[in-house]
């Protein structure tokens, strides 16, 4: 008797984690009513996190931007092989946060934003593993302060925003590293010449 009722525990306590595992996910329609802020260039946001980290499938790379979407900090790591689980990618992407920024728990109203890159095998549709992702980073950016931002697919077909239908083919993930990622560029040399100028650099050489 005792070891029948030992084993129905176990089988409930089975199909209790499955069916907490499965919530653990967003479907896109959820995720696209959540109210996920858009990014202004998703195409140079990328184009940095893939230079700067060469994402390769089953590596995820998060990272916070301020308000003028420039980086404030970014990092990268490799998903575990075990089933997908929101709560799971919740801890990993907390724990690189909390490596590389700190949290804005003091602020009333979040002011950076977090943003996910997965790169993984197959299509641009989404998948369950997808929603766990998703769920995750949701999570994680609660803990931590930040915003909720977009998640992004990497494919060998291109790069997709998640829930908002943005993407391009370049870069992929077999596509070689820009020179340099859009967002590091060299700022723009002031301008020379025109009655602005002259004005300035009289009042200079005065």
Known sequence: MTFGFASSSAASLSTSASAASASRLLEPAEWASAGIPLLRDPREVVSGLHARHRPTPSMAVVAVLDPEERLCASASFTRR?????????????LAQLRRVIPHDLRRRTP??????????????????????????LRDACTLHGLRCGAYITLTHDGWQVLG?????????????????ALSEAPPLAPRTGGPVSEVLRRAAAR
């Open 111 to 136: 002011v950076r934003t977090a943003v996910l890159l997965y790169c993984r095998e197959g299509d641009a549709r989404w998948t369950e593993e997808d929603g766990a992702w998703m769920w995750g």
């Open 164 to 180: 908002e239908g943005r993407g391009g083919r370049r870069p992929n993930a077999d596509s070689a590293p820009e020179p340099f």
């Open 81 to 93: 092989p075990a089933p997908a689980d929101g709560w799971m990618f919740r801890n990993a992407l």
